[in-house]
């Protein structure tokens, strides 16, 4: 089958790739080599490129992705636009004028990258503008929970007040130039694309449709279907394929680990897999909707979710990575399980012989290894309502932002405002045994207690030790144990200056 991408408005032929060949090889392999190699796992932007979307109203957004990550064969029928694109010496983009202008380049060597991220804040529709990422405004919960390394965030729905959102460029990383002319680049833009933009223009037309796709070679093959029937199927007769949605784990195992699959299926588009449907009883999200598309559809009436979400990696990943991506890997540390274990989460998981329920508490049975059947996919992600009335979601790690946590607690804990008791509690850990898993003791140590000092203080302590927490490179198994017990006590400070009762 021909392979043809859009690229920078023209038509290319990509049908001699291999299956595993990244968007960032290809695209450097045409000659444009703007985008670069850094370090291969979506860590450092330097290969950002813009990647037409769907957004709400029928029509187009341009979303950074890392193209490092993706699969060349992913991106058929799609349309692309690298820095290259944006605009030319003579007559540069606004954002290059402004990162020129503003001396926010040396080496150049990420200086494309940070030109797509800005290029895409630059086409965010105005009416999205506040995303709960954008500011750290007076009602962001954003501090450390250690006092100095450990990096840790609540809720919060502050809109950012800025004409640009900084934190859409918080997945590129800059070695040399230092970030004030970078920043002063961005808040110096104005965010108006000029009459004629064909960028700008372009948005007001429908996304490129999921092309099915089917590529084979000595590498492997590459298989995007039509259907989660079709792709079901293939995932029953082929146990050795693999699964991929924002390939934003499967695509750092294929760069730093050379892995490859004899058939990659890709699951992203379909139909099926990209549900979102809420009611009273609860709201039920696709396994394949993209972080960036849930916390958007959402709009913080999950606080939990929207604390989460803000830590999650950075803007360049949640625009491709997935719940059922984040889930599938099973991975101890991931950040969305914690959460949705406090949320009480339920799978839904579709297999040709149909679907099935389980309980998210049920699901992590061994490190890396679930109830997941072979030939099963996560479909959807059942939250249950009503949510609790005190929730927060703690991520400690060495960096605030796009870093992996030695520790996540995700807390769910409805007060008696009545009677200043705790009705129920669901507590959510990550990093701190070989599964992402539910604190039951402390839970049981609060339900029915009143929600006081002395009771906070207990509670912590058995806090402290669930789950083994281990030593490793991350952190010691008492720092660990103490991220846990401070925690606990954090979130009885934060709730006593909120007004809960106590």
Request: net charge negative; proline share 5%; hydrophobic share 40%.
């Amino acid at each position: 089958m021909d392979i043809v991408v859009t690229v920078n408005g023209r038509p290319r032929d990509a049908s001699g790739i291999a299956a595993h060949t990244t968007a960032l090889d290809w695209l450097r392999s045409l000659g444009l080599t703007g985008a670069k190699e850094g370090c291969a796992e979506g860590e450092c932007g330097a290969c950002a490129v813009l990647l037409a979307t769907p957004d709400s109203d029928g029509g187009t957004e341009w979303t950074a992705v890392n193209a490092c990550l993706m699969p060349a064969a992913a991106l058929d029928g799609q349309e692309v636009v690298t820095a290259e694109g944006l605009g030319t010496p003579e007559h540069m983009h606004p954002v290059q004028a402004a990162l020129a202008e503003a001396g926010g380049s040396q080496c150049g060597y990420c200086t494309p990258g940070f030109a797509c991220s800005m290029a895409a804040e630059f086409y965010r529709a105005r009416a999205s503008r506040g995303t709960s990422d954008g500011a750290d405004a007076a009602a962001s919960v954003r501090t450390s929970a250690d006092g100095g390394n450990g990096a840790a965030a609540g809720a919060s729905d502050a809109h950012t007040t800025e004409p640009f959102d900084l934190h859409a460029l918080s997945g590129n990383l800059c070695r040399c130039t230092g970030y004030r002319p970078i920043r002063d680049a961005a808040l110096g833009i104005d965010t108006t694309p000029a009459v004629g933009d064909a960028l700008a223009e372009r948005r007001t037309r429908p996304a490129p449709a999921a092309r099915a796709t089917r590529l084979a070679g000595d590498g492997g093959r590459f298989v995007r279907p039509e259907t989660l029937d079709e792709a079901l199927a293939l995932l029953h007769v082929e146990p050795d394929a693999i699964a991929i949605a924002g390939c934003t784990d499967w695509g750092v195992e294929a760069n730093l680990r050379g892995r490859r699959a004899p058939l990659a299926i890709a699951i992203d588009r379909l139909d099926e897999l990209r549900g979102f449907d809420e009611d009273d009883a609860g709201i039920d999200l696709g396994a394949a909707l993209t972080l960036t598309e849930v916390e958007r559809r959402l709009a913080g009436r999950v606080p939990l979710l929207a604390a989460l979400f803000p830590q999650f990696a950075s803007p360049l990943i949640r625009n491709r990575a997935t719940l059922g991506g984040n889930l599938g890997t099973a991975s101890p540390i991931g950040d969305a399980p914690p959460a949705l274990l406090a949320l009480e989460a339920r799978l839904v998981l579709a297999s040709p012989d149909g679907e099935r329920e389980v309980d998210l508490a049920d699901y992590f049975t061994g490190y890396r290894e679930t109830v997941r059947r072979p030939g099963e996919l996560i479909r959807t992600i059942r939250i249950p309502r009503p949510t609790a009335n005190l929730t927060a979601f703690h991520k400690v790690a060495k960096r605030r932002y796009d870093d992996i946590s030695s520790v996540a607690v995700a807390f769910a804990i409805d007060l008696d405002e009545e009677r200043g008791t705790v009705a129920s509690a669901r507590i959510g850990l990550g990093g701190v045994a070989a599964t992402p898993i539910r604190a039951r003791a402390t839970e049981a140590a609060l339900v029915g207690r009143e929600w006081t000092d002395e009771t906070v203080r207990e509670a912590a302590s058995v806090l402290g030790g669930e789950g083994t927490p281990m030593d490793d490179h991350r952190a010691s198994a008492a720092y660990r144990s103490a991220m846990l017990e401070r925690s606990l006590l954090r979130l009885h400070r934060r709730s006593a200056r909120e007004g809960v009762p106590a």
